[in-house]
């Protein structure tokens, strides 16, 4: 066996600008409530959700007027893997209902991986996936 050698033990948090930070604040609460996160920190301007392992940050930009495009250098994706294929379906449900944009519905993408992408307030694509269901992963 392969001895491990790498000194990072996770991502610990991602930490993004939002150009409404209600806006994002409202979308990001009902997102992490959901997904079963809780508040990590609340200031003026700034909020973080973690589920123990991964934190995730949100904070007013300081030229909201910047639109993200996808395709454009910089961010792609963040991706929160869930427990099973029932749970993908279960937040394309929730996202429905909320009205978030759905960018490509849950579905089988690659071999054993399935997943669904959606948008943020802010256009930022996230992904709710799980892959090895079908292996016993």
Same mark, same amino acid.
């Given at each position: 066996?392969?001895?491990?050698?790498?000194?990072?033990?996770?991502?610990?948090?991602?930490?993004?600008?939002?150009?409404?930070?209600?806006?994002? $604040?409202?979308?990001?609460?009902?997102?992490?409530?959901?997904?079963?996160?809780?508040?990590?920190?609340?200031?003026?301007?700034?909020?973080?959700?973690?589920?123990?392992?991964?934190?995730?940050?949100?904070?007013?930009?300081?030229? /909201?007027?910047?639109?993200?495009?996808?395709?454009? /250098?910089?961010?792609?994706?963040?991706?929160?893997?869930?427990?099973?294929?029932?749970?993908?379906?279960?937040?394309?449900?929730?996202?429905?209902?909320?009205?978030?944009?759905?960018?490509?519905?849950?579905?089988?993408?690659?071999?054993?991986?399935?997943?669904?992408?959606?948008?943020? /307030?802010?256009?930022?694509?996230?992904?709710?996936? $799980?892959?090895?269901?079908?292996?016993?992963?």
């Amino acid at each position: 066996m392969a001895k491990n050698t790498s000194r990072v033990v996770c991502i610990d948090h991602i930490a993004i600008r939002v150009s409404d930070y209600e806006k994002s $604040k409202a979308f990001y609460s009902a997102l992490f409530d959901f997904l079963g996160f809780e508040v990590l920190d609340e200031y003026p301007q700034m909020m973080g959700w973690t589920n123990g392992q991964t934190r995730y940050w949100i904070g007013q930009a300081e030229e /909201p007027d910047h639109e993200f495009r996808i395709g454009q /250098p910089g961010f792609h994706h963040y991706a929160f893997q869930l427990r099973s294929r029932k749970d993908v379906d279960e937040l394309q449900a929730f996202l429905e209902e909320q009205g978030v944009e759905i960018f490509d519905p849950a579905d089988e993408y690659y071999e054993d991986y399935y997943a669904v992408f959606f948008l943020d /307030p802010d256009g930022l694509k996230l992904e709710g996936m $799980k892959y090895g269901e079908k292996g016993g992963a």
